[in-house]
T-cell receptor, first 112, second 113 residues
């Protein structure tokens, strides 16, 4: 069974701080990795995708990928209360029509 | 506007009843997916389709059925054989050809009465 693991949290950070979210995956042949944000009762919203080792920055978000360690992370700089949500890590499954294998999500709470 | 629509937003099912959830996209995407989400859980794959008139079972297909008669549409039927159908159902689509980003519809919340 291919696994995607995340700490469930909740992760609590003060407003303006950096939030660090982590994810590990078991399938060594995985090629693409995604971070989705999900507000309560809503569908997931794609916020970052990363395909190569290293960092990828988009505004306040930075995704980091280390394929050798099978580890992907998301940093949120200058965290805002509106960032409070559940963050889902997802990995493509080539043998399932490139469907996504999701972790259970990390709940983030940004306190004013 | 391009996007994925799902209907209804809320659905209530009686015991022994089949219900169909609609998913439509106008993004010209080839591949479409159905996922199920239970409280505090990640999404689990029910069915997927990469081309019209072809679909494959995912990890939790038992008690569900799908069709793909048109590129734009991928309806999911929850049958009476699904013993615990209360969940949040999410449809997604992506262009065919590899490791592309998937985009989700707004979801249907199904409750068994």
């Amino acid at each position: 069974q291919k696994e995607v693991e995340q700490n469930s949290g909740p992760l609590s950070v003060p407003e303006g701080a950096i939030a660090s979210l982590n994810c590990t995956y078991s399938d060594r042949v995985s090629q693409s990795f995604f971070w989705y944000r999900q507000y309560s009762g809503k569908s997931p919203e794609l916020i970052m995708s990363i395909y190569s080792n290293g960092d990828k920055e988009d505004g306040r978000f930075t995704a980091q990928l280390n394929k050798a360690s099978q580890y992907v992370s998301l940093l949120i700089r200058d965290s805002q209360p509106s960032d409070s949500a559940t963050y889902l890590c997802a990995v493509n499954m080539r043998d399932s029509g490139y469907a996504l294998n999701f972790g259970k999500g990390t709940s983030l709470l940004v306190t004013p | 506007d391009g996007g994925i629509t799902q209907s209804p937003k809320y659905l209530f099912r009686k015991e022994g009843q089949n219900v169909t959830l609609s998913c439509e996209q106008n993004l010209n995407h080839d591949a479409m997916y159905w996922y199920r989400q239970d409280p505090g859980q990640g999404l689990r794959l029910i069915y997927y389709s990469q081309i019209v008139n072809d679909f494959q079972k995912g990890d939790i297909a038992e008690g569900y059925s799908v069709s793909r008669e048109k590129k734009e549409s991928f309806p999911l039927t929850v049958t009476s054989a699904q013993k615990n159908p209360t969940a949040f159902y999410l449809c997604a689509s992506t262009p065919l050809g590899g490791y592309n980003e998937q985009f989700f519809g707004p979801g249907t919340r199904l409750t068994v009465l």
